[in-house]
C-alpha cells in the first residue's frame, strides 16, 4: 500500500488512520495488540507515532488486511520471522513504486 505521508518525525494517530483509510479505533487496537508497536504518548494521553512505528504498520495492515492473516497468525508471523518479512515487504513496496513509475512514463508516450 503507498503512503502518502511526509517524513516527520512523529504521526499522529488521525494521520494514520486517514493513510491507511481505516477508523484511529483499529489503530490504537493494533497498538494494544502487537508488541513491535511503541507509539510515545504527549502530556494529554495523545499516541505519537515514530516513523519505525509507521513501517510496521505498514506490516501489519499488510499480513492482516491484503494477505488476511488473523491476529493471531500475523503475531506469530511477526516474532518467527519479522526481519525476513520486512526485506519481502520492502522489496514488493519498492517494486511497486518502480511499476507505478513505468506506467507513469508508458502513459506519457
Do not use: C
Not at 37 to 51: E, I, S, V, Y
Request: net charge positive.
Amino acid at each position: 500500500m503507498q503512503l502518502d505521508l511526509p517524513e516527520k518525525r512523529y504521526y499522529s494517530i488521525g494521520e494514520l488512520a486517514k493513510a491507511f483509510h481505516v477508523n484511529a479505533s483499529l489503530i490504537r487496537f493494533w497498538d494494544k495488540e502487537f508488541d513491535i508497536l511503541k507509539p510515545k504518548k504527549n502530556a494529554k494521553g495523545n499516541r505519537m507515532f515514530t516513523p519505525e512505528d509507521l513501517k510496521n504498520l505498514q506490516l501489519i495492515y499488510h499480513l492482516v488486511k491484503e494477505r488476511g492473516f488473523t491476529l493471531e497468525g500475523a503475531k506469530t508471523h511477526l516474532k518467527e520471522g519479522q526481519k525476513k518479512t520486512l526485506d519481502k515487504y520492502e522489496i514488493i513496496h519498492k517494486l511497486e513504486s518502480i511499476r507505478a513509475q513505468l506506467n507513469n512514463i508508458k502513459n506519457q508516450l
